[in-house]
């Protein structure tokens, strides 16, 4: 009624007192003692994607006024790359080197993603925002 008559301290009075009569009646028959949800913080860790493959690679930064700038290329082991690097010094006599690694990583609840996903957790509300 008071939205109606654009009676905005009457809507916000009704509204208070329907969240109270909410909370007094209908959440302790459900919960008894309790008025509050308690969200908890789920674990994660860090693991290395295993359906990836890491990559590594490196450069030549020897040299006296600029860098000598050869390539390994991305290889899939750091033998490989080791391997490069030997013959480039012994062709070159070249001794620094950038070395890089990449790969892909997942987020993973601790336990597994069964048993992250529903360790003590409860559903989220909804808070509804009145637009009229």
């Not at 909410?22 to 309790?34: D, I, K, N």
């Not at 899939?76 to 080791?82: K, L, S, T």
Request: charged letters at 30%; one cysteine or more; aromatic letters at 8%.
């Amino acid at each position: 009624m008071a939205r109606a008559v654009f009676d905005r301290s009457a809507e916000t009075d009704t509204n208070v007192l329907m969240r109270q009569h909410q909370r007094q009646a209908h959440e302790s028959q459900a919960h008894p003692g309790r008025t509050r949800r308690t969200f908890r913080y789920v674990p994660f860790t860090i693991v290395q994607d295993a359906t990836a493959e890491p990559e590594y690679a490196t450069r030549c930064v020897s040299g006296d006024e600029a860098e000598c700038g050869a390539e390994s290329g991305v290889r899939g082991h750091p033998a490989d790359v080791e391997e490069w690097q030997r013959r480039h010094t012994q062709e070159t006599r070249h001794a620094r080197y950038r070395r890089t690694f990449a790969d892909y990583a997942v987020m993973e609840p601790l336990g597994g993603f069964e048993a992250g996903l529903t360790v003590g957790l409860e559903p989220a509300r909804v808070a509804r925002v009145r637009t009229s």
